[in-house]
C-alpha cells in the first residue's frame, strides 16, 4: 500500500469467512467471484492476481476466464493441478473436517441460547465456558 498499491484480499467460498453453503463449487466459480467483486468495487483497469496455495489456481483462471481483468498473475505456494487423486483425498478429508467444525460450532450455539453460556469464553480460565456452566449448575 506505501508503494501505492491497492490491496484487495477476499476470503473464497467454504475459506475463512467466506460464504458457507453446502452446494458444490468449482474453482472457476471462486474466479467468477472474484470478477465479480472487482466489477462491483469498480475496479475498471486490470489488476496484478495473486494467488496463494488454492488461490494459485484461482488467481490462473481469473486470468483465463477473465483476461480484460488481470493484467499479471502472482502464484505462491500452490499447484499445477488440484485434480490428481491424492489433492482429491485431501481436500475431501479437509472437507470432513470442517463438517465437524460445524457440528462443534451448532452445539456450542444451542449451548449458548439454551443456557445463556458464552461458548468462546477461554474454557478453564474464570469467565470460561466450565465456570459458566458450574455457577449456573449451582445457581450463581
Not at 33 to 60: F, K, N, R
Not at 72 to 100: E, H, Y
Amino acid at each position: 500500500a506505501q508503494a501505492g498499491y491497492r490491496v484487495l484480499a477476499l476470503d473464497h467460498r467454504g475459506h475463512g469467512r467466506g460464504l458457507r453453503t453446502p452446494a458444490p463449487f468449482r474453482l472457476v466459480d471462486c474466479a467468477d467471484d472474484a470478477a465479480a467483486l472487482l466489477h462491483a468495487i469498480g475496479v475498471d483497469e486490470p489488476v496484478t492476481a495473486v494467488g496463494y496455495s488454492m488461490g494459485g489456481p484461482i488467481a490462473s483462471l481469473l486470468a483465463r476466464s477473465h483476461p480484460h481483468r488481470v493484467s499479471g498473475v502472482v502464484l505462491c505456494a500452490t499447484a499445477p493441478d488440484w485434480q490428481n487423486p491424492r489433492m482429491r483425498r485431501i481436500w475431501r478429508s479437509m472437507a470432513a473436517f470442517r463438517g465437524v467444525l460445524e457440528l462443534i460450532r451448532a452445539a456450542l450455539h444451542d449451548l449458548d441460547r439454551a443456557y445463556g453460556l458464552d461458548p468462546y469464553g477461554p474454557a478453564g480460565r474464570p469467565g470460561g465456558l466450565l465456570d459458566q456452566a458450574r455457577a449456573k449448575v449451582e445457581g450463581r
